[in-house]
C-alpha cells in the first residue's frame, strides 16, 4: 500500500516535468495477487539474449551462474546421512527393477483407421468382465487382418475410410508391432471411460438407433451398459433444452430405447431410471412422469417400491398437500418387508425436502424393530442428522444395538447421523461421535475413523486428522498407510507443509508399512520444505525396507533439487543412484534434460539415455523441446518433432509443447504459424500452450485469436485462467464489449473467482502507461450490473489512476463509490483523495479533507509532505526542516 501511494506521487511528480507520450506497444501485466501493494511489485523474470545457433551445432552454452542458486542451510545434506543411506542400499536383500515395467499398449484416435478398428472389434467382441491373452506363439495372417478391416469397414452400407494396400511396407511394420505387443500384455473387456465416450460419439453422428444397429453389426449384442449410456446422453441433451417441446423429443427418444430394452428383456435397474425421474420431477412433466412410472413398473415389478421415493418427491414439487397426507398415514396397515421399503422411501423424500414435522409422524407409525434393518438404514440416519433428530436416531441405535448388529456397522451409522448435522463444527462432530459410542458401548471402527480423517482434510484440520489417525493406530492393530494418504494429500494442496513431520513421525511410531506412492509423497512434501535432510532418511527408510523401487523416490529428490535451481544437488542425486545401484528412468531424465545449462549436455544425456535402452517418452521428448527453447535453440526444437520413432498418437502433445515452449521464449509468431498447422491437420492445443500463447501474444488486433484459443480450454479450471487474461488483453488494447461479455461468462461459471479476475482488470488499468479511466469506469458500472460487490482493492486502483491523471471529478464518483460498497474511507483511502484532488488543483478541499486524516503515522506526514512537495508550486513547499524531518522518520 505504502510502495504504491508513494510510486503514484513519483509518477506524478515525473509528469509534472514532461508530458505524457503514448506508448507504441504496452507490455501487459498480469497482477499476482489481488491486493493492490503487491501487484505493482509483482513482475516477470527477463531473460537472457540468446543467439539462434545452427541446428547442428551443439556447442551454445549459457551462462549458469544466474540459474544456479547458493545451498542454503535447510537444503545441505549431513555426510551421516548420505552414508547411512549408502549402506542401507547396499544391505538390500531383494533385487528389484529400476523402474515399474510399461504401461499395457493403449490405442490412440490419432492411430491409422484400421488400428482404430481392431481396438473397436477387440472393446466390442466377447462378453463383459472377462480377461484374455493372446498366446505367445499364436500366429496372425495378413488374410485375416484384411478381412476384419473390410467388413468393418461396411458397416452401415458406407465406408469411413479407404482401406490401405497391404504391401505398405509402414503397415506390415505396424502390424509386427501389434503382434509383439498383443504377445505380452493382456486386455480387459470391461466399460470404460474410452468406451462410453465411443458411445456417445457415435450417438451424436449416428442418432441412439443407429448406434444400436452399428454395434450390432460389429458383431455384439446391445447390453445394459450400452443402454445406459445412450439413454444418459438422452437424458442430457434433455436438460441442455432450453424449452419443454425440444427437450420431450428427446425423452421420447429415450422411451424407445427404455421399450427396446424391455423387449430384449434386459433389466432396468434404478441407475437408470433413477435420474430419469428426477428430471422429469424437476421440470413438473405430471403426465409424462405418470408414463414412465407406469413403464417402469410393468418392466421391473421390483421397483415399485423404490418409485414411491420418486412419486414423494413429486407430490412435494407440486405441493399437493392432500395426497401427502394421504401417503404417509397410509403406512399404518403396513406389516410386510415390502410395504416398510415403501415407508422407507417416504422418509428419504420427506427428509430430502427438509419435511421434518412429516417425518417425525412417519416414523411414529412404524415399528423401529423393521426400520432398523432397512437396507436405506444408512440414508435414514443421514436424514436423521439433517434434520437434527437425536431421539429417534438413539432409538434406531437402541433397536440394533439389541439385535446384534456388528460394532462396525453401528459405528458408520453414527458418524452418518453426527456428519449431517446442519453447522456442526469438525471438533463438535468428534465429541459427539465418541459420546454416542460410549453410550452404546461400541467401538469406533477404522471405516468410521478413515471417513472422519477426510472430513477434518476437507476442513483444513490436519492436527485434528493426524490426532485421530493417532488414536485409530492405538486401538486398532491393523490399520493400513491409505488411512493415512487423505492427510499426505491435504497437506501439499493446503500448503500444510509442516505437518509433514510429525505425521512421518506418527507413521513410523506405529510401524505402519508404507508403499512406494507413500514414500514418494512424503519425500515431496519434504523437499518443498526445503528438508533435504529429512528426504533423504525417508530414502534411506525405503531403502532398509528393501520391497519397493526406489528410483521414483530419487526422482522426487532431484525434482526438488531442480526447483531450487540447486544443480549441485540434483547431480549429487545422479551419484546416489549410482552407489545404490539404481538405474535412472525416463522420468531421470527427463528431469536432466529440461534442465540442461548447455546443448553439450542435451546431447550427452540423449546418448546415455540410449544407451541405457530406455524408451522414448512423452516426457522426454517435451523436456528436448523445452531446453532447446530455453537456451535460444529453436531450430532444435523444431526438429525434436522430425524423430520418426515418434508414435503418433503422441505428436500432438509433443506440438502443443513446441507452441508453448516458443510462446514463452519469444517466439511468438512462429508459436502461432504452428498453431495454425495443428488445427489444419485436425489436431487441438493442450491447455498450457494455448494459455502461454493467450499470455504471450501482445500485439493489437488479435482479439479472435484469443477466443480461438479460449476455446480450446475445455476443463474449467484452465478455461478460468486463459479467460482472466483475455480480460486482461482486451483492457490493454481497449476492447471494452469483449471485456464485458467475457466477464458475463466467468461470473456464470464462477462467482467468487471472478473478483479476483476483477481486481487484476482495475490493477491492470492502473499499472498501464497510458491509463484508460474511461474504460474503467465502464467496467466499474458493468460490475455492479452484474451484481457483484466492488471491493476495495478495485476502488483503490481506481482511485490511484485518477492521481496519475489529475482527474478530481471521477476521483469524487469513485469516492461516492466506498459508501456505496458499505466500505469506510480509511488512511490510504483518503491520502489517495488528497492526492487526487491537490493534482487537479483542488487546494481548498484537499485542505479540507486533510484535517480529517489523522497524522500519527511518520508514514502518513511523509506522503503528505511528499504530495504537497510535489503538486504544490515553490513558494508553498513547506519548510526543508519540516520536509526533511518527517521524511527521516518515516525511514
Same mark, same amino acid.
Given at each position: 500500500?505504502?510502495?504504491?501511494?508513494?510510486?503514484?506521487?513519483?509518477?506524478?511528480?515525473?509528469?509534472?516535468?514532461?508530458?505524457?507520450?503514448?506508448?507504441?506497444?504496452?507490455?501487459?501485466?498480469?497482477?499476482?495477487?489481488?491486493?493492490?501493494?503487491?501487484?505493482?511489485?509483482?513482475?516477470?523474470?527477463?531473460?537472457?539474449?540468446?543467439?539462434?545457433?545452427?541446428?547442428?551445432?551443439?556447442?551454445?552454452?549459457?551462462?549458469?551462474?544466474?540459474?544456479?542458486?547458493?545451498?542454503?542451510?535447510?537444503?545441505?545434506?549431513?555426510?551421516?546421512?548420505?552414508?547411512? @543411506?549408502?549402506?542401507?542400499?547396499?544391505?538390500?536383500?531383494?533385487?528389484?527393477?529400476?523402474?515399474?515395467?510399461?504401461?499395457?499398449?493403449?490405442?490412440?484416435?490419432?492411430?491409422?483407421?484400421?488400428?482404430?478398428?481392431?481396438?473397436?472389434?477387440?472393446?466390442?467382441?466377447?462378453?463383459?468382465?472377462?480377461?484374455?491373452?493372446?498366446?505367445?506363439?499364436?500366429?496372425?495372417?495378413?488374410?485375416?487382418?484384411?478381412?476384419?478391416?473390410?467388413?468393418?469397414?461396411?458397416?452401415?452400407?458406407?465406408?469411413?475410410?479407404?482401406?490401405?494396400?497391404?504391401?505398405?511396407?509402414?503397415?506390415?511394420?505396424?502390424?509386427?508391432?501389434?503382434?509383439?505387443?498383443?504377445?505380452?500384455?493382456?486386455?480387459?473387456?470391461?466399460?470404460?471411460?474410452?468406451?462410453?465416450?465411443?458411445?456417445?460419439? %457415435?450417438?451424436?453422428?449416428?442418432?441412439?438407433?443407429?448406434?444400436?444397429?452399428?454395434?450390432?453389426?460389429?458383431?455384439?449384442?446391445?447390453?445394459?451398459?450400452?443402454?445406459?449410456?445412450?439413454?444418459?446422453?438422452?437424458?442430457?441433451?434433455?436438460?441442455?433444452?432450453?424449452?419443454?417441446?425440444?427437450?420431450?423429443?428427446?425423452?421420447?427418444?429415450?422411451?424407445?430405447?427404455?421399450?427396446?430394452?424391455?423387449?430384449?428383456?434386459?433389466?432396468?435397474?434404478?441407475?437408470?431410471?433413477?435420474?430419469?425421474?428426477?428430471?422429469?420431477?424437476?421440470?413438473?412433466?405430471?403426465?409424462?412422469?405418470?408414463?414412465?412410472?407406469?413403464?417402469?413398473?410393468?418392466?421391473?415389478?421390483?421397483?415399485?417400491?423404490?418409485?414411491?421415493?420418486?412419486?414423494?418427491?413429486?407430490?412435494?414439487?407440486?405441493?399437493?398437500?392432500?395426497?401427502?397426507?394421504?401417503?404417509?398415514?397410509?403406512?399404518?396397515?403396513?406389516?410386510?418387508?415390502?410395504?416398510?421399503?415403501?415407508?422407507?422411501?417416504?422418509?428419504?423424500?420427506?427428509?430430502?425436502?427438509?419435511?421434518?414435522?412429516?417425518?417425525?409422524?412417519?416414523?411414529?407409525?412404524?415399528?423401529?424393530?423393521?426400520?432398523?434393518?432397512?437396507?436405506?438404514?444408512?440414508?435414514?440416519?443421514?436424514?436423521?442428522?439433517? @434434520?437434527?433428530?437425536?431421539?429417534?436416531?438413539?432409538?434406531?441405535?437402541?433397536?440394533?444395538?439389541?439385535?446384534?448388529?456388528?460394532?462396525?456397522?453401528?459405528?458408520?451409522?453414527?458418524?452418518?447421523?453426527?456428519?449431517?448435522?446442519?453447522?456442526?463444527?469438525?471438533?463438535?462432530?468428534?465429541?459427539?461421535?465418541?459420546?454416542?459410542?460410549?453410550?452404546?458401548?461400541?467401538?469406533?471402527?477404522?471405516?468410521?475413523?478413515?471417513?472422519?480423517?477426510?472430513? %477434518? %482434510?476437507?476442513?483444513?484440520?490436519?492436527?485434528?486428522?493426524?490426532?485421530?489417525?493417532?488414536?485409530?493406530?492405538?486401538?486398532?492393530?491393523?490399520?493400513?498407510?491409505?488411512?493415512?494418504?487423505?492427510?499426505?494429500?491435504?497437506?501439499?494442496?493446503?500448503?500444510? @507443509?509442516?505437518?509433514?513431520?510429525?505425521?512421518?513421525? @506418527?507413521?513410523?511410531?506405529?510401524?505402519?508399512?508404507?508403499?512406494?506412492?507413500?514414500?514418494?509423497?512424503?519425500?515431496?512434501?519434504?523437499?518443498?520444505?526445503?528438508?533435504?535432510?529429512?528426504?533423504?532418511?525417508?530414502?534411506?527408510?525405503?531403502?532398509?525396507?528393501?520391497?519397493?523401487?526406489?528410483?521414483?523416490?530419487?526422482?522426487?529428490?532431484?525434482?526438488?533439487?531442480?526447483?531450487?535451481?540447486?544443480?549441485?544437488?540434483?547431480?549429487?542425486?545422479?551419484?546416489?543412484?549410482?552407489?545404490?545401484?539404481?538405474?535412472?528412468?525416463?522420468?531421470?531424465?527427463?528431469?536432466?534434460?529440461?534442465?540442461?545449462?548447455?546443448?553439450?549436455?542435451?546431447?550427452?544425456?540423449?546418448?546415455?539415455?540410449?544407451?541405457?535402452?530406455?524408451?522414448?517418452?512423452?516426457?522426454?521428448?517435451?523436456?528436448?523441446?523445452?531446453?532447446?527453447?530455453?537456451?535460444?535453440?529453436?531450430?532444435?526444437?523444431?526438429?525434436?518433432?522430425?524423430?520418426?520413432?515418434?508414435?503418433?498418437?503422441?505428436?500432438?502433445?509433443?506440438?502443443?509443447?513446441?507452441?508453448?515452449?516458443?510462446?514463452?521464449?519469444?517466439?511468438?509468431?512462429?508459436?502461432?504459424?504452428?498453431?495454425?498447422?495443428?488445427?489444419?491437420?485436425?489436431?487441438?492445443?493442450?491447455?498450457?500452450?494455448?494459455?502461454?500463447?493467450?499470455?504471450?501474444?501482445?500485439?493489437?488486433?488479435?482479439?479472435?485469436?484469443?477466443?480461438?484459443?479460449?476455446?480450446?480450454?475445455?476443463?474449467?479450471?484452465?478455461?478460468?485462467?486463459?479467460?482472466?487474461?483475455?480480460?486482461?488483453?482486451?483492457?490493454?488494447?481497449?476492447?471494452?464489449?469483449?471485456?464485458?461479455?467475457?466477464?458475463?461468462?466467468?461470473?456464470?461459471?464462477?462467482?467468487m473467482s471472478t473478483y479476483m479476475v476483477v481486481d487484476q482488470v482495475?490493477?491492470?488499468?492502473?499499472?498501464?502507461?497510458?491509463?484508460?479511466?474511461?474504460?474503467?469506469?465502464?467496467?466499474?458500472?458493468?460490475?455492479?450490473?452484474?451484481?457483484?460487490?466492488?471491493?476495495?482493492?478495485?476502488?483503490?486502483?481506481?482511485?490511484?489512476?485518477?492521481?496519475?491523471?489529475?482527474?478530481?471529478?471521477?476521483?469524487?464518483?469513485?469516492?461516492?463509490?466506498?459508501?456505496?460498497?458499505?466500505?469506510?474511507?480509511?488512511?490510504l483511502t483518503s491520502l489517495r483523495m488528497y492526492q487526487a484532488l491537490?493534482?487537479?488543483?483542488?487546494?481548498?478541499?484537499?485542505?479540507?479533507?486533510?484535517?480529517?486524516?489523522?497524522?500519527?503515522?511518520?508514514?502518513?506526514?511523509?506522503?503528505?509532505?511528499?504530495?504537497?512537495?510535489?503538486?504544490?508550486?515553490?513558494?508553498?513547499?513547506?519548510?526543508?526542516?519540516?520536509?526533511?524531518?518527517?521524511?527521516?522518520?518515516?525511514?
Open positions: 500500500m505504502w510502495k504504491r501511494l508513494l510510486e503514484t506521487t513519483k509518477q506524478a511528480a515525473s509528469l509534472v516535468s514532461k508530458p505524457v507520450v503514448p506508448a507504441a506497444a504496452p507490455k501487459p501485466a498480469i497482477p499476482a495477487a489481488a491486493n493492490p501493494a503487491t501487484s505493482a511489485a509483482s513482475s516477470s523474470a527477463s531473460k537472457g539474449d540468446t543467439a539462434v545457433a545452427d541446428p547442428k551445432l551443439c556447442t551454445l552454452k549459457r551462462r549458469s551462474s544466474s540459474r544456479r542458486a547458493a545451498v542454503t542451510p535447510a537444503t545441505a545434506v549431513s555426510q551421516a546421512s548420505l552414508l547411512r @543411506l549408502k549402506q542401507a542400499a547396499a544391505s538390500k536383500k531383494t533385487t528389484l527393477p529400476s523402474s515399474l515395467p510399461q504401461a499395457a499398449y493403449a490405442i490412440d484416435e490419432d492411430d491409422p483407421p484400421e488400428v482404430l478398428t481392431k481396438a473397436l472389434m477387440s472393446v466390442l467382441d466377447g462378453p463383459d468382465d472377462v480377461e484374455e491373452a493372446t498366446p505367445s506363439g499364436a500366429p496372425m495372417e495378413d488374410s485375416k487382418d484384411d478381412e476384419e478391416i473390410a467388413t468393418s469397414n461396411r458397416i452401415l452400407d458406407f465406408e469411413w475410410f479407404q482401406s490401405p494396400s497391404s504391401r505398405d511396407p509402414l503397415m506390415y511394420w505396424r502390424r509386427e508391432v501389434a503382434r509383439e505387443k498383443k504377445k505380452h500384455y493382456i486386455f480387459k473387456n470391461v466399460e470404460s471411460r474410452r468406451y462410453t465416450k465411443l458411445m456417445q460419439l %457415435c450417438a451424436n453422428k449416428l442418432g441412439t438407433e443407429s448406434t444400436i444397429e452399428f454395434f450390432g453389426k460389429l458383431g455384439r449384442e446391445t447390453g445394459v451398459k450400452e443402454f445406459n449410456s445412450l439413454i444418459r446422453l438422452c437424458l442430457n441433451k434433455a436438460r441442455a433444452c432450453t424449452d419443454i417441446d425440444s427437450a420431450i423429443e428427446y425423452i421420447f427418444r429415450a422411451h424407445r430405447l427404455l421399450e427396446t430394452m424391455r423387449d430384449k428383456g434386459l433389466r432396468i435397474e434404478q441407475d437408470i431410471y433413477g435420474p430419469f425421474l428426477l428430471y422429469l420431477v424437476d421440470v413438473g412433466l405430471l403426465e409424462e412422469f405418470e408414463m414412465f412410472t407406469a413403464f417402469f413398473k410393468d418392466a421391473n415389478p421390483d421397483c415399485f417400491t423404490r418409485i414411491a421415493y420418486y412419486e414423494m418427491l413429486l407430490c412435494i414439487r407440486i405441493q399437493d398437500e392432500e395426497k401427502i397426507q394421504e401417503l404417509c398415514h397410509s403406512v399404518e396397515d403396513y406389516n410386510e418387508e415390502a410395504h416398510y421399503d415403501i415407508a422407507e422411501s417416504y422418509m428419504l423424500a420427506f427428509a430430502e425436502s427438509g419435511r421434518k414435522e412429516d417425518l417425525i409422524t412417519l416414523l411414529d407409525l412404524l415399528d423401529l424393530m423393521k426400520v432398523s434393518g432397512s437396507k436405506y438404514i444408512s440414508n435414514i440416519f443421514k436424514s436423521l442428522g439433517k @434434520l437434527e433428530l437425536e431421539n429417534y436416531a438413539e432409538k434406531l441405535l437402541q433397536e440394533m444395538r439389541s439385535k446384534g448388529c456388528a460394532d462396525g456397522n453401528i459405528s458408520s451409522l453414527i458418524l452418518d447421523y453426527v456428519a449431517n448435522i446442519p453447522n456442526i463444527m469438525v471438533e463438535d462432530m468428534l465429541v459427539s461421535f465418541h459420546k454416542l459410542h460410549e453410550k452404546f458401548e461400541v467401538a469406533p471402527s477404522i471405516a468410521a475413523h478413515d471417513k472422519i480423517i477426510s472430513i %477434518c %482434510c476437507n476442513s483444513s484440520k490436519i492436527g485434528l486428522a493426524l490426532d485421530v489417525a493417532d488414536h485409530m493406530c492405538k486401538s486398532n492393530s491393523n490399520v493400513s498407510i491409505e488411512s493415512f494418504h487423505p492427510i499426505i494429500h491435504a497437506c501439499e494442496q493446503r500448503g500444510e @507443509l509442516h505437518m509433514a513431520r510429525p505425521m512421518y513421525d @506418527l507413521i513410523r511410531q506405529h510401524n505402519l508399512k508404507l508403499k512406494s506412492e507413500t514414500f514418494r509423497s512424503m519425500i515431496s512434501l519434504f523437499v518443498k520444505m526445503k528438508d533435504f535432510e529429512g528426504a533423504y532418511n525417508i530414502l534411506t527408510d525405503a531403502e532398509e525396507s528393501g520391497e519397493i523401487s526406489t528410483v521414483s523416490l530419487y526422482n522426487a529428490i532431484m525434482l526438488g533439487y531442480y526447483r531450487e535451481k540447486n544443480h549441485n544437488g540434483a547431480q549429487m542425486v545422479m551419484s546416489q543412484m549410482q552407489i545404490a545401484g539404481v538405474k535412472p528412468d525416463s522420468e531421470t531424465f527427463s528431469y536432466l534434460i529440461v534442465n540442461c545449462e548447455s546443448e553439450e549436455d542435451i546431447s550427452k544425456y540423449h546418448d546415455q539415455l540410449r544407451q541405457d535402452g530406455i524408451q522414448m517418452t512423452r516426457q522426454i521428448y517435451m523436456a528436448h523441446i523445452n531446453a532447446y527453447a530455453r537456451l535460444g535453440n529453436f531450430d532444435m526444437a523444431k526438429q525434436v518433432l522430425l524423430d520418426k520413432e515418434i508414435p503418433r498418437k503422441l505428436l500432438n502433445d509433443i506440438k502443443s509443447t513446441l507452441v508453448g515452449a516458443l510462446a514463452s521464449n519469444g517466439q511468438v509468431l512462429d508459436a502461432l504459424h504452428m498453431y495454425d498447422d495443428i488445427k489444419q491437420s485436425g489436431g487441438s492445443l493442450e491447455p498450457r500452450a494455448a494459455i502461454a500463447l493467450i499470455e504471450h501474444s501482445r500485439t493489437e488486433g488479435e482479439l479472435d485469436r484469443m477466443h480461438q484459443l479460449l476455446d480450446e480450454l475445455n476443463d474449467s479450471s484452465s478455461w478460468f485462467e486463459g479467460c482472466g487474461r483475455v480480460i486482461l488483453y482486451c483492457v490493454q488494447h481497449n476492447y471494452p464489449d469483449a471485456a464485458i461479455d467475457l466477464l458475463k461468462q466467468l461470473k456464470e461459471k464462477d462467482e482495475f490493477g491492470q488499468i492502473w499499472e498501464m502507461d497510458v491509463t484508460n479511466l474511461d474504460l474503467g469506469m465502464v467496467l466499474l458500472h458493468t460490475v455492479k450490473e452484474l451484481g457483484l460487490n466492488v471491493s476495495r482493492t478495485s476502488l483503490d486502483f481506481l482511485l490511484s489512476a485518477c492521481v496519475k491523471l489529475k482527474d478530481s471529478q471521477r476521483a469524487q464518483q469513485i469516492w461516492s463509490e466506498y459508501e456505496s460498497a458499505g466500505l469506510s474511507h480509511n488512511v491537490l493534482s487537479s488543483g483542488r487546494r481548498k478541499a484537499a485542505k479540507k479533507l486533510l484535517k480529517t486524516i489523522s497524522k500519527e503515522d511518520d508514514h502518513v506526514r511523509y506522503i503528505i509532505d511528499a504530495s504537497r512537495m510535489t503538486y504544490y508550486s515553490e513558494d508553498l513547499k513547506p519548510p526543508a526542516t519540516i520536509r526533511f524531518g518527517s521524511k527521516n522518520r518515516a525511514s
